[in-house]
């Protein structure tokens, strides 16, 4: 685990009900309903949340990595980032699949900035060695 040398941003939400209720953040920017993966009910889940958090995340891993290589991502840069909740003999897991689309970008520079990206965004720290993980180029 790295060493905290200064916190930049904490995320405070309060959440009741479960997979059935309603997260709300400390600022207000965020108040959603939730609901169980599948279901007809209005609202989002967990997994959607996390593989949007992760997905946005993950961009701003590759601009910055693009920064340090003089690169410049292409405007369109997207992500689709899949969330799975799996059950096991050891109950419930997740895995997670990320397709990135970098359009004008050279294979193998692409690959580099995926790559570079992977090793230092959060999500991707968070995640590693937790679950299973597939990252693709598009």
Same mark, same amino acid.
């Given at each position: 685990?790295?060493a905290?040398?200064?916190?930049?941003?904490?995320?405070?939400?309060?959440?009741?009900?479960?997979?059935?209720?309603?997260?709300?953040?400390?600022?207000?920017?965020?108040?959603?309903?939730?609901?169980?993966?599948?279901?007809?009910?209005?609202?989002?889940?967990?997994?959607?949340?996390?593989? /949007?958090?992760?997905?946005?995340?993950?961009? #701003?891993?590759? !601009?910055?990595? +693009? *920064?340090? =290589?003089?690169?410049?991502?292409?405007?369109d840069?997207?992500?689709?980032?899949?969330?799975?909740?799996?059950?096991?003999?050891?109950?419930?897991?997740?895995? /997670?699949?990320?397709?990135?689309?970098?359009? #004008?970008?050279? !294979?193998?520079? +692409? *690959?580099? =900035?995926?790559?570079?990206?992977?090793?230092?965004?959060?999500?991707?720290k968070?995640?590693?060695?937790?679950?299973?993980?597939?990252?693709?180029?598009?």
């Amino acid at each position: 685990m790295s060493a905290i040398d200064k916190t930049l941003y904490r995320g405070r939400t309060y959440t009741t009900g479960g997979r059935d209720g309603v997260a709300r953040s400390s600022d207000g920017k965020l108040d959603i309903r939730l609901s169980p993966p599948g279901s007809l009910e209005p609202g989002t889940n967990p997994e959607q949340l996390f593989a /949007a958090g992760w997905s946005a995340c993950f961009i #701003g891993a590759m !601009r910055h990595a +693009a *920064q340090g =290589l003089g690169i410049h991502v292409p405007e369109d840069v997207g992500v689709i980032a899949e969330v799975d909740l799996c059950q096991g003999s050891d109950g419930y897991f997740l895995k /997670a699949r990320l397709t990135v689309s970098l359009q #004008g970008l050279e !294979r193998a520079l +692409a *690959q580099s =900035l995926i790559d570079a990206a992977h090793r230092t965004c959060p999500y991707s720290k968070a995640t590693r060695g937790n679950i299973e993980v597939t990252i693709a180029l598009a």
